[in-house]
């Protein structure tokens, strides 16, 4: 891992890229992936940012709510050595190896020697939730992770100068779908004080794997384990061949994911996944492994579900199922509400529920609702891009007892709330 500098000196030569702002939302229709010129340079301009070209979001859109999330942290605050120029062969990342703990040195070296393997990065890949949605993030050494991103991203300089100096770069194909803050920062987690990242460039990463990176100074922050992914490439011969010697380095703890050319169009039915999630809701997510089905459905395993999951009895919505960590402070709220007259203002055949197995419709996208950390009320009257009509004082007491409000995004989902703090009810 790089070395960390100190803010000022970094601060003195960076470039400032402005107001970069992008719509967002954990389904937003005007999100399109545009990946129709592989050779196209990253974005570093802030008027290609998904907005309306006057550096404001698009109509209809509202604005997140000011203070609503952490302090934000300028560039250079969390910086490493700046890479120089790059170095060493461009390589794809075959496969991609995530796992709960930091993979070992002389694992890595194991995976290194297998027959077909040409290059191995390692990096810490975390989930972050956004807006409902989970990004990938991964804390790398700009230097030798820009050989594994996109060929126009690893040849743009500016993109990992501006990353070793503490700004996040952004996979092109989600800028839209990200709540960036008039002054450019993006708030990495739905806690009440994730830290807020000034985004730096708009640049392809590891296509299927990777959303955004920042540097390896990020990751006590942001609660990541250090090293616990490994991108693999394996230039010159189907990634197929070199799975199977992997995974019996890796052992049965270790997810092996395909992201060729070939696998990218689609996760691979019956391979189980991990999401390692990190924040204030880590505690009630864990490490959260699943199997993917047909039909945007996931089947997370068995044991989480057993540890994780319960069916209970609510004020106002009577029995619902949720993470078992969500229900004291629901139940606090609700029952608050009830006590201040308001229970009438949530329409229990309204309730659009809390635990579902699947993806984010249309994608393969995991959002709070898979960990049962979210829940729907009253939908008729709140869909997605709308004010909302549901009660405000409602919304306030939600947010007292740890609960972030979808009408707060940038591409509003007024229905939705989403615990984003552990509230212990006294």
């Not at 000011?66 to 910086?79: C, D, E, I, L, N």
């Not at 996931?298 to 229900?327: K, M, Q, Y």
């Amino acid at each position: 891992m790089g070395r960390v500098r100190t803010a000022a000196a970094v601060a003195a030569g960076l470039l400032s890229l402005g107001a970069l702002t992008a719509a967002c939302g954990g389904e937003d229709p005007t999100t399109q992936q545009d990946r129709s010129a592989p050779g196209r340079a990253a974005s570093l301009d802030p008027t290609d940012s998904g907005t309306d070209g006057a550096g404001g979001p698009r109509p209809g859109q509202a604005q997140p709510s000011a203070g609503a999330s952490g302090s934000p942290v300028p560039p250079g605050a969390r910086a490493v050595d700046p890479p120089g120029p790059r170095r060493g062969a461009l390589s794809y990342a075959d496969l991609v190896v995530t796992g709960p703990e930091e993979i070992d040195a002389e694992t890595v070296e194991r995976v290194r020697a297998l027959p077909g393997v040409t290059a191995v990065e390692q990096v810490a890949l975390a989930r972050v939730s956004l807006d409902n949605r989970l990004v990938s993030v991964a804390a790398v050494e700009p230097a030798t992770y820009r050989n594994f991103a996109a060929a126009a991203s690893a040849e743009t300089q500016q993109v990992w100068d501006r990353v070793a100096a503490g700004e996040v770069a952004v996979d092109r194909s989600i800028r839209r779908r990200l709540p960036t803050d008039d002054e450019g920062y993006l708030r990495l987690g739905s806690d009440r004080d994730a830290p807020r990242v000034h985004v730096g460039a708009y640049a392809d990463q590891v296509e299927g794997a990777i959303d955004a990176v920042v540097n390896s100074a990020w990751i006590e922050e942001l609660g990541m384990t250090p090293g616990n992914a490994l991108l693999v490439s394996t230039t010159g011969v189907a990634p197929q061949t070199v799975e199977k010697p992997l995974r019996r380095v890796l052992g049965d703890r270790v997810p092996v994911q395909l992201v060729d050319a070939v696998a990218r169009y689609g996760l691979d039915p019956g391979a189980q996944q991990t999401a390692v999630v990190v924040g204030a809701t880590a505690d009630a997510v864990g490490t959260y492994r699943y199997t993917v089905l047909g039909g945007g459905r996931i089947a997370p395993d068995p044991a989480w579900v057993s540890a994780h999951i319960s069916t209970e009895t609510v004020p106002i919505l009577g029995s619902i199922t949720c993470n078992r960590l969500l229900f004291p402070q629901l139940r606090a709220a609700l029952s608050e509400i009830v006590q201040r007259g308001l229970a009438d203002t949530i329409d229990p055949g309204q309730y659009a529920g809390c635990y579902y197995p699947r993806f984010i419709a249309g994608s393969a996208t995991l959002s709070n609702h898979a960990f049962g950390l979210a829940l729907d009320l009253n939908v008729a009257g709140n869909q997605r891009g709308s004010v909302g009509e549901i009660d405000r004082t409602v919304v306030a007491i939600f947010k007292k007892w740890g609960f972030g409000w979808g009408g707060d995004w940038r591409w509003t989902d007024p229905m939705h709330f989403e615990m984003n703090a552990l509230v212990s009810p006294r």
